[in-house]
C-alpha cells in the first residue's frame, strides 16, 4: 500500500518570521522531515537560538538577519536562490478600521508582505526551475475567506497576497506550486498583542475576548503553532505536488464560508 511521501531529504527551505510561533514551528517541522531550513527574521539573537536547537538535533540550519521592509537589503543579505522551498511569513499590520487608515499603512503593508514575496520569489525561483521542484507556501490569514472586523488594513493585503498567489500558480511550470495556509486563532505573540487591542478597544476584559474567540470555533481551543506547521509540511512535500493555487483553512472549523 502506497503511503504519503513526506520525505524532505535533500531538499532547502527558506522560512520568513523564522524566530517566533507559526515560522519556528514550521521550521522544526521541515527539519524534522529531512530539509536544511534558513531561518529569517529580525531579531538574530532568536534565530541564533533556534539554529542551535536544530543543530543539536541534527538537522542542517542557518539563519538571515534581515527585514521584510527593506528590500533593496533583504535581496543582498538573501543572496542568490538555493532553496526549493520558501516560506512567506510574517506578522499583520495594527489594527483599526480600514476608512481611518493613512494611505501610507496600506503602503507598508503591501511592501512587506506583497513586495518582499514577490522579491524572494524572483530571487528562488531560478533554483527550483533548475531542480524541478518547487514550493512557496504564504502563510496567511483566514480573512482571505472573510474579512475581520477592525482589521481592514490587514484584511485588504492578505485578499492581496491571495489573488498574488493564484496568479503565480498559473505561471509556475510544472513540478513547481505556490499554495496559502490560513491560520484561524492560533496560540502566537501576534494573537496575545490582538487580544489586548480588542479588550482596549471594547472595555472587556482579556479573559472575555479570549472566551468569545473560543466560543466561535467549533473545535473550543486555540490553534496551535506546530498544526498550522503539519499542514505547511504536506504543502512543501512530495505529497502535494498536485495542489496547487489553494487557500487551506487551519481553523478549527471557525470559517462560515464554504
Same mark, same amino acid.
Not at 49 to 61: C, F, K, N, S
Not at 62 to 85: H, N, Q, Y
Not at 193 to 206: F, I, M, N, P, Q
Given at each position: 500500500?502506497?503511503?504519503?511521501?513526506?520525505?524532505?531529504?535533500?531538499?532547502?527551505?527558506?522560512?520568513?518570521?523564522?524566530?517566533?510561533?507559526?515560522?519556528?514551528?514550521?521550521?522544526?517541522?521541515?527539519?524534522?522531515?529531512?530539509?536544511?531550513?534558513?531561518?529569517?527574521?529580525?531579531?538574530?539573537?532568536?534565530?541564533?537560538?533556534?539554529?542551535?536547537?536544530?543543530?543539536?538535533?541534527?538537522?542542517?540550519?542557518?539563519?538571515?538577519?534581515?527585514?521584510?521592509?527593506?528590500?533593496?537589503?533583504?535581496?543582498?543579505?538573501?543572496?542568490?536562490?538555493?532553496?526549493?522551498?520558501?516560506?512567506?511569513?510574517?506578522?499583520?499590520? @495594527?489594527? &483599526? %478600521? +480600514?476608512?481611518?487608515?493613512?494611505?501610507? /499603512?496600506?503602503?507598508? *503593508? #503591501?511592501?512587506?508582505?506583497?513586495?518582499? !514575496?514577490?522579491?524572494?520569489?524572483?530571487?528562488?525561483?531560478?533554483?527550483?526551475?533548475?531542480?524541478?521542484?518547487?514550493?512557496?507556501?504564504?502563510?496567511?490569514?483566514?480573512?482571505?475567506?472573510?474579512?475581520?472586523?477592525?482589521?481592514?488594513?490587514?484584511?485588504?493585503?492578505?485578499?492581496?497576497?491571495?489573488?498574488?498567489?493564484?496568479?503565480?500558480?498559473?505561471?509556475?511550470?510544472?513540478?513547481?506550486?505556490?499554495?496559502?495556509?490560513?491560520?484561524?486563532?492560533?496560540?502566537?505573540?501576534?494573537?496575545?498583542?490582538?487580544?489586548?487591542?480588542?479588550?482596549?478597544?471594547?472595555?472587556?476584559?482579556?479573559?472575555?475576548?479570549?472566551?468569545?474567540?473560543?466560543?466561535?470555533? @467549533?473545535? &473550543? %481551543? +486555540?490553534?496551535?503553532?506546530?498544526?498550522? /506547521?503539519?499542514?505547511? *509540511? #504536506?504543502?512543501?512535500?512530495?505529497?502535494? !505536488?498536485?495542489?496547487?493555487?489553494?487557500?487551506?483553512?487551519?481553523?478549527?472549523?471557525?470559517?462560515?464560508?464554504?
Amino acid at each position: 500500500m502506497a503511503v504519503p511521501n513526506l520525505d524532505l531529504s535533500g531538499k532547502r527551505a527558506l522560512i520568513c518570521g523564522g524566530s517566533a510561533g507559526i515560522g519556528r514551528a514550521t521550521a522544526v517541522a521541515l527539519a524534522g522531515l529531512g530539509a536544511s531550513v534558513t531561518v529569517l527574521a529580525r531579531r538574530a539573537e532568536r534565530l541564533e537560538a533556534l539554529v542551535a536547537e536544530l543543530r543539536a538535533g541534527g538537522a542542517e540550519a542557518d539563519a538571515i538577519t534581515a527585514d521584510l521592509d527593506d528590500r533593496k537589503a533583504l535581496a543582498a543579505a538573501v543572496g542568490p536562490g538555493r532553496w526549493e522551498i520558501l516560506i512567506n511569513n510574517t506578522g499583520g499590520p @495594527p489594527g &483599526g %478600521r +480600514l476608512v481611518d487608515a493613512d494611505p501610507e /499603512a496600506l503602503e507598508l *503593508a #503591501f511592501g512587506r508582505h506583497v513586495l518582499a !514575496a514577490q522579491t524572494l520569489l524572483r530571487i528562488c525561483l531560478p533554483h527550483m526551475e533548475a531542480q524541478h521542484y518547487g514550493r512557496v507556501i504564504n502563510v496567511l490569514s483566514t480573512s482571505v475567506r472573510e474579512p475581520i472586523p477592525f482589521l481592514g488594513v490587514s484584511n485588504t493585503v492578505r485578499g492581496a497576497m491571495a489573488a498574488w498567489a493564484k496568479s503565480v500558480s498559473k505561471e509556475l511550470p510544472p513540478g513547481l506550486t505556490i499554495n496559502n495556509i490560513l491560520p484561524g486563532f492560533t496560540d502566537t505573540e501576534r494573537l496575545g498583542s490582538l487580544k489586548s487591542a480588542v479588550a482596549a478597544r471594547t472595555g472587556a476584559t482579556e479573559d472575555a475576548v479570549y472566551q468569545g474567540w473560543l466560543a466561535r470555533v @467549533p473545535e &473550543g %481551543r +486555540l490553534g496551535q503553532p506546530e498544526e498550522l /506547521a503539519g499542514a505547511i *509540511a #504536506f504543502l512543501a512535500s512530495p505529497a502535494g !505536488a498536485y495542489i496547487r493555487g489553494q487557500s487551506l483553512a487551519v481553523d478549527g472549523g471557525r470559517l462560515n464560508s464554504i
